[in-house]
């Protein structure tokens, strides 16, 4: 009896939203293990029209809000061959163009801004209604070398995969 009201509950947390929570996470590999992480703190903007079309999106996380799940891996890629807290303290994006593919998707040009070096990036995102919230999710990969993040390792991967999920 106590675990099926255990059940219902989380249905019902699950059904009326309580469950949704907005994350930038990301994924390398390092000596062949995959290595997965989050930035604590980002905020995420996006702008839709009167028919509720994306027409613009940005982001700004704060880089020293990055957790991998060791301590001492994080204070090491804050230091200036990863990301250099010190002098960047944050990644920026900002959509320069939007083009719509279908009802719910999204191809996003953007400039990304990451230890100072700005890139042109086109990445894939999705809007879905979810309750009374826009629902934006988007994964896509980029080139930790065109930042200068993490030098020239043979051990670690060039590819950085991210996933975002927003809800606003």
């Known amino acids: 009896m106590k675990t099926r009201l255990i059940f219902i509950c989380f249905i019902c947390l699950s059904a009326f939203g309580f469950g949704q929570k907005s994350s930038v996470d990301f994924e390398i590999k390092n000596v062949g ?14 702008d839709f029209d009167a028919n509720f079309e994306l027409k ?14 060791i301590d001492s891996r994080d204070e090491h890629l804050l230091e200036e061959d990863y990301f250099d ?10 959509s320069t ?4 593919k279908t009802i719910t998707a999204y191809n996003v040009k953007a400039s990304l ?11 894939p995102v999705t809007v879905e ?19 200068d993040v993490g030098g020239g390792s043979f051990v670690m991967s060039k590819t950085v995969k991210i996933n975002v999920i927003y809800y606003q």
């Open 113 to 123: 801004t990451i230890k100072g070096k700005t890139k042109t990036v086109t990445i």
């Open 129 to 147: 209604k979810v309750g009374d919230k826009q629902k934006i999710t988007s994964n896509f990969e980029i080139n930790r070398q065109n930042y």
């Open 33 to 46: 293990i995959t290595v997965d992480g989050y930035f604590n703190t980002f905020t995420i903007d996006a």
């Open 85 to 94: 807290v010190e002098n960047h303290k944050y990644i920026i994006l900002k």
């Open 97 to 100: 163009t939007i083009t719509k």
């Open 56 to 69: 613009n999106l940005s982001g700004k996380i704060t880089t020293s809000s990055i957790k991998t799940g």
